[in-house]
């Protein structure tokens, strides 16, 4: 899968992240509200308030990955037109004031994180979820690699390369999800993507609020990032056939 194939793979996955935010605006969000982390909970208040007509011009304009003020993204969101850019400036200012108003609460979540009871409600979290990974990774029928205490990665190979679903439990206790995909050189395709971030809106996790809640939480994660997968897995479908197409 050489840059051309990549090149069509971002250009299918654009329309798709446009698809799926136009099906969540429909449903008010149903599948972005499965995260129950506070701060996906803030963006996804702070997003669910735009009125109607910024909020379709958000649906077409954030999977172009314009949130943010890193370089990248500022320089992609000069491109806009002014009425889309206003509209992403006046969410990123709404998602600010949510921050800023928790940001007590934040401080203080960091600061338990820290407590001795804390670091051992994540070791002891971190070991049931390596149970649950290694059944995930049985049922998936993928190779399941390790990292860190608490970062398990799926790996899944295809005639063209690979998949690779990371599910990582934070220090915070909270779990997330990547999906990465790289050819068969091992070139990346895409790195660390997540639902909500292909989709421009944010950061989704799930929060872990006990050691014995671990299992429940990664197995909702994999859940997830399997049906991400397979959203990846008709793209690439569709990338090949329009390919071999054309050689046809």
């Known amino acids: 899968m050489d840059e051309l194939y990549k090149q069509r793979f971002d250009a299918h996955l654009l329309e798709w992240a446009r698809n799926v935010f136009a099906e969540e605006l429909q449903s008010d969000f149903c599948r972005a509200r499965a995260f129950d982390s506070p701060r996906t909970s803030r963006q996804l208040t702070a997003l669910r308030k735009q009125p109607t007509e910024q909020m379709q011009i958000l649906a077409r304009v954030l ?58 409600q994540f070791v002891e979290a971190a070991a049931r979820g390596s149970v649950v990974a290694s059944e995930i990774a049985s049922r998936w029928k993928c190779e399941l690699a390790t990292a860190g205490r608490g970062e398990w990665g799926f790996i899944f190979n295809r005639s063209w ?50 050691a014995a809640a671990c299992e429940k939480k990664v197995l909702k994660a994999a859940d997830f990032a399997y049906w991400h997968l397979q959203e990846y897995d008709k793209i690439v479908t569709e990338v090949l056939r329009d390919a071999n197409g054309e050689v046809q």
């Open 63 to 120: 999977p172009l990955q314009v949130f943010g003020n890193t370089p990248d993204r500022q320089e992609r969101r000069s491109r806009l037109l002014p009425v889309e850019r206003a509209a992403v400036e006046k969410l990123m200012a709404d998602y600010d004031d949510a921050d800023n108003e928790c940001w007590t609460a934040s401080v203080e979540a960091i600061a338990r994180a820290g407590t001795k009871h804390a670091k051992a």
């Open 161 to 210: 390369g690979r998949f690779v679903v990371s599910i990582v439990l934070g220090r915070l206790r909270v779990v997330g999800y990547t999906l990465s995909m790289f050819d068969a050189a091992l070139h990346s395709i895409r790195f660390n993507d997540h639902y909500l971030g292909v989709l421009g809106i944010g950061a989704g996790a799930w929060v872990v609020d006990s």
